[in-house]
């Protein structure tokens, strides 16, 4: 009606614009290096300067092909360990009953087979698609090798259910329950998808994807992650884009490596006759030792040091907002914009509080806690590569020093076996960690040096 309300929309939809006599907030339209010239030399101070990431040098990685194979000689060599310390014997005595170093009448063949079957179910896609992909004029990402992939799904599971039926006539009900129990962390994890069963990396999320550009460098198609931001909006979308994949990633890593101690050292066990002795404490210590293996392994392939680095060049634009306490006269401070960015010792309010900006610049949402736990996690990309390279330096010194006290012929076999593939992990957390440090270093000083925040 003509005498009406206004519209709320009206109102609302209106930019925003700083208060007089402020000079907090800086429009990221603003560009590098970009100055009025009728501005005075002491307002010079107050231009933002977009930080820029020391490039990384291009780590060699692992294909995925080449991932598949040292994994499944991991967890295979794993689970025969395993049984070599269950059913060893005594053949070299003179009066043994036996010539053979393992009493095979009492293993069940098509639990190995089981076993052996899930953990080789990525490499047998892995083989499938490559032998598509050679043969036949198709595209990798086409309808017809995705379609390939269900039905390597589904022959999978046909071979699995085949041999669970042969393990159902010898074993108590409850023995299949563990055969099948990681099914159900499964549908927890992912709920009906079926690609993360085959396929250890994620898929794209909607029209924004991370690839590995030709140099080796991770990027998003978003602007932010390339080079100069052009919008906060576009950095907080990335953030939110990254902190999916990450936590997509975190799940295929934690469920494989629950998977592959789980058949390779617990289900040998489970399905142990009752009369068999063996040492606990021993398949137990391998079995953990399996789980710490797998896991470091999976967590190298799956986050590179250039994958850390992507994360950590998206944390750089985003910032951080630190709450203040007590009151301060309007005129030094800004209501916050989220279509803004802001320099570094900025001052905004936010809701009811105030916040300094602690970052270069600053696109984050003052107070959203999601925003600071991205920012302290991969602020320093060396940070959590150092910290799984502290868990795989124990795990080995813990080998070694096992090695070096054991005496009986099959704890040597097993941890020395082991501690190889373990080292192989060491060399490459030690080698990204040197890296990513030395990177972060450099960039830091070039921040401290250029950036008029860190000058005061």
Not at 166 to 192: E, R, T
Not at 383 to 409: D, E, P, R
Request: proline share 5%.
């Amino acid at each position: 009606m003509a005498g009406g309300r206004r519209s709320t929309a009206s109102r609302t939809s209106r930019p925003l614009a700083a208060p007089s006599g402020t000079n907090n907030m800086v429009a990221s339209q603003h560009k590098l290096g970009a100055v009025n010239p009728g501005r005075k030399e002491d307002d010079l101070s107050s231009s933002l300067l977009y930080p820029q990431a020391v490039p990384i040098p291009d780590i060699p990685h692992d294909s995925p092909f080449t991932f598949e194979v040292i994994m499944f000689l991991y967890t295979a060599s794993a689970l025969g360990l395993q049984y070599l310390n269950l059913y060893r014997t005594v053949w070299w005595m003179p009066h043994s009953y036996t010539n053979q170093a393992l009493n095979l009448d009492l293993i069940d063949p098509f639990i190995i087979a089981f076993s052996l079957t899930l953990l080789s179910r990525r490499l047998v896609w892995l083989c499938i698609r490559a032998a598509i992909i050679y043969f036949l004029p198709v595209s990798p990402s086409g309808r017809f090798v995705n379609g390939s992939k269900f039905c390597t799904i589904g022959m999978i599971l046909l071979i699995l259910g085949y041999l669970a039926y042969f393990v159902v006539q010898n074993h108590s009900m409850v023995n299949i329950l563990y055969l099948v129990y990681p099914a159900s962390v499964y549908f927890i994890l992912f709920g009906a998808a079926a690609s993360p069963f085959i396929d250890l990396s994620p898929g794209s999320q909607g029209r924004v994807k991370i690839y590995k550009d030709k140099v080796g460098t991770f990027r998003t198609n978003l602007a932010a992650a390339g080079g100069v931001p052009t919008s906060p909006e576009l950095i907080r979308m990335e953030v939110a884009i990254t902190k999916t994949d990450f936590n997509t990633r975190l799940k295929q890593v934690l469920f494989n490596t629950i998977i592959s101690a789980y058949y390779s050292g617990f289900i040998p066990c489970a399905f142990s006759p009752s009369f068999l002795s063996y040492e606990v404490w021993w398949v137990s210590q391998h079995t953990l030792t399996t789980f710490l293996g797998c896991l470091t392994l999976y967590l190298v392939h799956c986050f590179p040091a250039g994958y850390n680095h992507l994360l950590h060049r998206t944390s750089l634009h985003l910032g951080l907002w630190h709450k203040m306490e007590g009151r301060i006269s309007p005129n030094f401070y800004n209501q916050w914009s989220a279509a803004s960015l802001w320099p570094g010792s900025a001052i905004v309010r936010h809701g009811k509080d105030l916040y300094k900006a602690e970052g270069v610049v600053n696109a984050a949402e003052p107070g959203n806690f999601s925003h600071v736990r991205y920012f302290y996690l991969f602020g320093d990309p060396s940070l959590l590569v150092c910290g799984l390279l502290v868990v795989q330096a124990t795990l080995v010194t813990f080998q070694l020093l096992i090695l070096a006290k054991s005496t009986v012929w099959y704890h040597l076999i097993s941890q020395g076996i082991l501690a190889f593939g373990n080292l192989y992990t060491l060399f490459k957390l030690t080698r990204d960690y040197l890296v990513l440090s030395k990177i972060y270093k450099a960039e830091q000083m070039l921040i401290e040096r250029f950036s008029p925040s860190f000058q005061g």
